[in-house]
């Protein structure tokens, strides 16, 4: 039986874990989770925020997914679409989905990202 989503791993190429690190720490305010040495010595970098873990693994041929994504709950949607805007990252935002207000955005090495939030009545 699943019991719970332990992390997302999204793709990234060699020699991104600085610009990802200033992305994801910097801009989401994500926190970065040391690595298992056996697995740092594969590069990529793993971040949390509360029990949300997302790991980016390195990959030689990378190529961002166009529509494969993580779905990320936030509070105060609007002020934190605004500060990734503040940092330069384009936000798409998108009323398709009913109850929800939702963006997407992309990190530096071109993954789609989904912010969403709750309406409230």
């Known amino acids: 039986m699943i019991t719970a989503l332990d992390h997302v791993q999204l793709a990234a190429p060699p020699g991104s874990e600085e610009r990802l690190r200033a992305y994801y720490v910097d801009v989401l305010g994500?926190?970065?989770v040391p690595k298992p040495p056996a697995l740092a010595r594969r590069g990529g970098c793993w971040f949390r925020a509360g029990a949300v873990q997302l790991h980016l693994g390195i990959e030689e041929d990378?190529?961002?997914?166009g529509k494969a994504h993580p779905g990320l709950r936030v509070t105060d949607i609007e002020a934190y679409a605004a500060?990734?805007?503040?940092s330069g990252v384009a936000v798409r935002w998108d009323s398709a989905l009913p109850g929800h207000q939702r963006f997407y955005a992309q990190?530096?090495?071109g993954n789609r990202l989904e912010f969403l939030e709750a309406r409230r009545p």
Not at 62 to 65: D, L, V, W
Request: glycine share 0%; aromatic share 8%.
């Open 30 to 32: 994500m926190t970065e």
């Open 62 to 65: 990378f190529r961002a997914a």
């Open 83 to 86: 500060r990734l805007e503040a």
């Open 107 to 109: 990190d530096p090495v």
